[in-house]
């Protein structure tokens, strides 16, 4: 007689090592608002003993994954971090398509280009090619930003139904980060909709005053949006004049990645301004 398959979160936690995943935890606390953390704020942080924190942190520390920091109290995220961070990103089969696109994207229309992923609630810049101006953008490759708060991050939630929405953000209230940042997920959903409709987001102020940022969906193979691209305009407008080139240049390296990722291109629709909305 065969004995029962176990369900996959049982296999899960039959096979998972404590120790490992008190590790990741461990890194997973450093941020950019805690740059610093000291061993007893770690351990209270965790739920675990001091000495399970230096144990672990004396690991860490070997490996290059933390580092003390000056004084030697506390301590930071090491460089094995960042390496590991640029192998993950170097890993990415969009990545590597995509940044030739942004940088001939960045030529064509004279202004910063992105591409974005989602990782539950944030989004993360995995690509980015910039203009030589005088407007210095604070987003890197690595940031991470609200999805619910920005132009890229509800190209991102396109796929999601509103029930999945509202597991998403269980909450009743959405962080507010702008007057346009929506209140609730059914205005989320709403908006996120209005976007799939017109196949590209275009709007100024949504997140950050004084920057209009234009964008549209990455689709893989299969249909899902895997990727968002974008270009930054550091100005509360565009020219009428420049309006339908910059939104066609971006659409259509949006659709070039996406049929590189084998996804068949769809017919785009008509340019709509959402400023000022």
């Not at 998972?16 to 606390?29: K, M, Q, S």
């Not at 995995?126 to 619910?148: C, D, E, I, M, Y």
């Not at 799939?196 to 949006?225: C, N």
Request: one cysteine or more; hydrophobic letters at 40%.
């Amino acid at each position: 007689m065969t004995k029962p398959e176990l369900p996959e979160e049982d296999t899960q936690e039959k096979y998972a090592v404590p120790g490992l995943e008190r590790g990741l935890r461990l890194l997973c606390e450093f941020n950019r608002q805690d740059k610093t953390l000291s061993a007893p704020e770690l351990a209270k942080r965790l739920s675990v003993p001091r000495s399970t924190v230096f144990r672990l942190l004396t690991t860490l520390e070997r490996m290059g994954f933390v580092e003390r920091s000056e004084g030697g109290r506390d301590y930071r995220l090491g460089m094995a971090v960042l390496r590991l961070g640029f192998e993950y990103l170097a890993s990415l089969e969009l990545t590597e398509i995509g940044r030739p696109l942004l940088e001939r994207l960045r030529d064509e229309i004279g202004y910063s280009c992105n591409l974005v992923v989602r990782d539950g609630r944030y989004i993360v810049y995995v690509a980015k090619s910039v203009t030589p101006t005088a407007f210095v953008s604070s987003v890197n490759v690595g940031t991470r930003l609200p999805a619910h708060a920005t132009v890229l991050g509800r190209v991102l939630l396109q796929d999601l139904s509103l029930n999945q929405l509202r597991e998403l953000y269980p909450e009743d209230h959405l962080e507010v980060f702008s007057e346009n940042t929506p209140k609730t997920v059914l205005e989320l959903f709403n908006i996120v909709q209005q976007d799939m409709e017109r196949g590209y987001v275009l709007q100024e102020g949504f997140f950050e005053r004084g920057i209009s940022t234009v964008a549209a969906p990455v689709r893989d193979h299969t249909g899902k949006v895997v990727a968002a691209l974008g270009a930054t305009i550091p100005a509360p407008h565009i020219e009428a004049s420049q309006l339908d080139g910059i939104v066609g240049h971006v659409r259509g390296s949006a659709s070039e990645l996406s049929r590189l990722l084998d996804h068949a291109p769809e017919q785009s629709g008509k340019v709509v301004n959402l400023w000022r909305r």
